[in-house]
């Protein structure tokens, strides 16, 4: 607890020593009762909060908190026996209400506050300390009115009894209606909390709302006379507020037990996991204990989000669904995309991030490294893609460029051959014959027709008829993706390419995957790197086995 706590604390203490000796010196003005009973309840109950608080200190709930158990305190100020502290309790007594208030709004989770339940804050403040507090002591002179044994008025300007008593009927008034509406304020709160967030509000809201609402009671109770009083229903009220106030400890107390067993909970499930879980256990495991079968895990990369497979994805809440961000060290180490109200204590997600840092970080880099193969199998296919479409490009402009020409020219010269019986000219038209011929087969080699018009069957019977040595077995029916039948076909070339005997090939579809048996005599592992990178460009894999080559390619059909 830092400097800020420990002032708060030492003026309480303060604040409780003064109070103790102001009922003391004249017990019969007391608002709790004369007896010594009453004055240890009267004290014991903020004592007992504030001695909580102080051990789970909050800096801004445990401030608040803090100044209104003080100010319940001081209203006994307001009292002959408080000598010159009498004035500051004629300001106070009745401003304990909405710094209550204002700290169970807050929550023991320091949620900050909207800009209208700052403007309700401000009413009641008007109501309380406003016109019961400061106004009524500007036109108040205890004296003049016939206590003599009263201190000075410090603020007092005027005496003026009937001002006095309008101030304190319109003041007690709106405090009553206040208190309602702080009542139905919290009732509305707490009913569209998530189940997780109800028991962290209401540790605190419950009882400050009674608290709130035993003051509104005695507000009505005193509304007719103009101020608040010291009958027997008064102080039965005080005694109620007291315990009220008192059953903030046990509320607190409980929600340290709660998030002590919150960190054994997540301990036990770091501990079930492992600092090194296989991938995706953390996150079955916290699906598992928060029964959230759809809760997905994000992970922080160069300012984008990935999941576990790698994938950038958007942050994004919808109706069904909330993010929760998990910090360590002032940085988001973890998004939970879950249900709506699993993880709305903040406890929880602080304990994950403390201990169950080591397998975060271990899925975290699990997630970044299936996103720099998922980066490197893109760059590869478009490598591949690339290529793929250079070699169509130069296909194309083979056939129609250079080809067109050839077969023109042989066409001309057998026009000449007509008319001139030249054997240079029968020649010059065998030349071009082959030329044409050969310039075919390059152009075949760069990409055949027949693949992109008829598929990867019928491109393999024509290149088994151009090769006998390509022994074809079982071959599927149908069209499978462009890149999925130029890979397969590219391994057969290559097949050819590096044997001197026999080439088989057998390929079959099965669960949506392309297999592929290419046998060469065991010849095919110079070719595996080539084969490799067009195969793994479609997401497919390439394996040995028995001498033989095994592809195996989703199908994209």
């Known amino acids: 607890m830092k400097l800020r706590g420990g002032v708060c604390l030492a003026a309480f203490g303060a604040c409780v020593a003064v109070s103790a000796a102001v009922v003391r010196s004249d017990p019969g003005f007391s608002l709790a009762g004369e007896g010594a009973g009453a004055l240890t309840v009267e004290l014991a109950a903020p004592a007992l909060a504030v001695a909580a608080i102080a051990f789970v200190w909050r800096p801004v709930f445990g401030a608040l908190l803090v100044a209104a158990l003080s100010a319940w305190l001081a209203a006994e100020w307001n009292s002959p026996g408080a000598g010159p502290l009498f004035t500051a309790g004629l300001v106070l007594y009745a401003s304990w209400p909405c710094v209550l208030a204002a700290a169970a709004l807050r929550g023991l989770d320091e949620r900050p506050l909207r800009h209208a339940e700052w403007g309700f804050l401000g009413i009641g403040w008007l109501a309380d300390v406003g016109l019961l ?279 001309a010269i057998r026009l000449a051959r007509r008319h001139h019986d030249d054997p240079h000219l029968a020649d010059a038209e065998e030349h071009v014959r082959a030329a044409v011929g050969d310039l075919r087969e390059v152009a075949h080699g760069l990409f055949p027709a027949v693949l992109a018009d008829e598929g990867l069957t019928a491109a393999i019977d024509v290149l088994s008829e151009q090769t006998p040595r390509l022994m074809t077995g079982r071959l599927p029916d149908g069209r499978f993706s462009p890149a999925v039948e130029s890979a397969a076909y590219f391994a057969t070339c290559e097949a050819l390419r590096l044997s001197k005997h026999e080439v088989s090939v057998d390929a079959s579809t099965e669960n949506g995957h392309l297999r592929i048996a290419i046998d060469a005599d065991g010849v095919l592992a110079d070719a595996m790197t080539h084969i490799q990178d067009r195969v793994g460009a479609v997401g497919g894999t390439v394996t040995m086995h028995d001498r033989k080559l095994l592809l195996e390619m989703p199908c994209g059909s």
């Open 133 to 411: 507090g400061l106004a009524s002591a500007l036109v108040f002179d205890p004296r003049a009115q016939g206590c003599a044994t009263c201190p000075a008025n410090l603020l007092s300007v005027a005496d003026s009894p009937h001002a006095l008593h309008t101030l304190g009927q319109v003041g007690l008034t709106l405090a009553v209606a206040w208190s309602i509406c702080f009542c139905a304020l919290a009732g509305i709160r707490l009913s569209r909390c998530s189940r997780a967030r109800w028991q962290l509000e209401a540790a605190v809201l419950v009882p400050a709302t009674a608290a709130v609402a035993l003051f509104g009671a005695d507000a009505w109770h005193s509304a007719g006379r103009g101020f608040l009083g010291i009958d027997p229903t008064d102080r039965t009220l005080r005694l109620a507020q007291a315990f009220a106030l008192a059953s903030i400890t046990g509320a607190i107390l409980l929600e340290q037990l709660r998030l002590r067993r919150t960190r054994a909970r997540v301990a036990q499930l770091v501990l079930e996991i492992g600092a090194a879980p296989a991938p995706g256990e953390l996150r079955a495991q916290l699906a598992s204990s928060l029964r959230d079968p759809g809760l997905e895990l994000l992970f922080p990369l160069d300012g984008t989000w990935i999941d576990e497979r790698g994938r950038e994805v958007e942050l994004a809440h919808s109706d069904r669904q909330a993010v929760t961000l998990v910090r360590a060290h002032e940085e988001n180490v973890l998004a939970v995309v879950h249900q709506r109200g699993l993880l709305d204590d903040s406890h929880l997600t602080a304990e994950l991030a403390r201990t169950a840092r080591l397998a975060i970080e271990h899925e975290r880099l699990q997630a970044v490294h299936r996103n720099r193969l998922e980066e490197l199998r893109a760059s590869r296919e478009r490598i591949v893609a690339t290529a793929e479409r250079e070699r169509r490009a130069l296909e194309r402009d083979l056939h129609d460029g250079a080809q067109q020409r050839l077969v023109t020219l042989g066409l």
